[in-house]
């Protein structure tokens, strides 16, 4: 059971560029979430979903897209890499009915 | 805009000493309460959460919230130098699909 899977670990990217960052959970989880952490601050609320094809923005939506077309898959993309969006992205999941979101160990971007 | 305030670190408390971490929030309408531990490099672990007014124990940790006062705080007894880390406040509302809005975090410091 590997719980929640965030690939890269690490990434470069010239201001611009584009990518999509990949996040797999196992455990059937309805709900999904994508967090940005800058150095030294809480996690802000990028987008979240609450089941496959039901997608909302949270609170810094602003540069990024996300789809959900399986229970198990929430990849967050990128279309024009920011400087501003340097940060280390989180990816978490829950089930209904269960408080607790479980996090998967994070993507850190760097845009050059 | 929800907001979330913790008191600003870093601490530094003795090996064996009570640490204090105190968390206000804006939203009256908030209904669950979480403290969440983040070392340095890794992703954010649960360590407490709260839905009541009162106080709750879980070996060494205690977390108290006092919704009139929009106050939620962490007391760890007995302090190891291995709790040394980023302390989270997270706060849900009722009807807002589980999505957290996180406080600043503070830093503490355990010292043998």
């Known amino acids: 059971n590997a719980g929640v899977t965030q690939t890269p670990k690490f990434r470069i990217l010239k201001i611009g560029q584009s990518m999509t960052l990949q996040c797999t959970q196992d455990m059937n989880h309805n709900y999904m979430y994508w967090y940005r952490q800058d150095p030294g601050m809480g996690l802000k609320l990028i987008y979240y979903?609450?089941?496959?094809?039901?997608?909302d923005k949270g609170e810094v939506p602003n540069g990024y897209n996300v789809s959900r077309s399986t229970t198990e898959d929430f990849p967050l993309r990128l279309e024009l890499a920011a400087p501003s969006q340097t940060s280390v992205y989180f990816c978490a999941s829950r089930t209904s009915g269960q408080e607790t979101q479980y996090f998967g160990p994070g993507t850190r971007l760097l845009v050059l | 805009q929800k907001e979330v305030e913790q008191n600003s670190g870093p601490l530094s408390v003795p090996e064996g000493a009570i640490a204090s971490l105190n968390c206000t929030y804006s939203d009256r309408g908030s209904q669950s309460f979480f403290w969440y531990r983040q070392y340095s490099g890794k992703s954010p672990e649960l360590i407490m959460s709260i839905y009541s007014n009162g106080d709750k124990e879980d070996g060494r940790f205690t977390a108290q919230l006092n919704k009139a006062s929009q106050y939620v705080s962490l007391l760890i007894r007995d302090s190891q130098p291995s709790d040394s880390a980023t302390y989270l406040c997270a706060v849900a509302g009722g009807t807002s699909y589980g999505k957290l809005t996180f406080g600043q975090g503070t830093i503490l410091t355990v010292h043998p």
């Open positions: 979903s609450v089941g496959a094809g039901i997608t």
